[in-house]
Nanobody, 120 residues
Framework: QVQLVESGGGLVQAGGSLRLSCAASGNGFNINAMGWYRQAPGKQRELVAVITSGGSPNYADSVKGRFTISRDNAKNTVYLQMNSLKPEDTAAYYC??????????????WGKGTLVTVSS
């Protein structure tokens, strides 16, 4: 079992910044990709950013140029630096870790989420 704990959410004014963290813990696991997703009230969960084990990032078009995803493999932690925040970024942000089961087979673990609220 792998546990993911997110932190860093909060209330910020439009144009401000926040940094989210997600730490994975457990016994004897190996993580492939890690990512951040968000879900606004009444909307489906959507991908925000993902990063491979080698450090290659991918972003949703809506956050390109404003958000930066990074990871510390030694700490099994992924970060999301969010700058120039907009009210439409308001959502619960969830961390996902793709944990290796066998070669080419993965299991996705999710955190419980952290709330980001951007006021106008």
């Amino acid at each position: 079992q792998v546990q993911l704990v997110e932190s860093g959410g909060g209330l910020v004014q439009a144009g401000g910044s926040l940094r989210l963290s997600c730490a994975a813990s457990g016994n004897g696991f190996n993580i492939n990709a890690m990512g951040w997703y968000r879900q606004a009230p009444g909307k489906q969960r959507e991908l925000v950013a993902v990063i491979t084990s080698g450090g290659s990032p991918n972003y949703a078009d809506s956050v390109k140029g404003r958000f930066t995803i990074s990871r510390d493999n030694a700490k099994n932690t992924v970060y999301l630096q969010m700058n120039s925040l907009k009210p439409e970024d308001t959502a619960a942000y969830y961390c996902k870790a793709e944990v290796v089961v066998t070669v080419g087979s993965y299991y996705n673990y999710w955190g419980k989420g952290t709330l980001v609220t951007v006021s106008s």
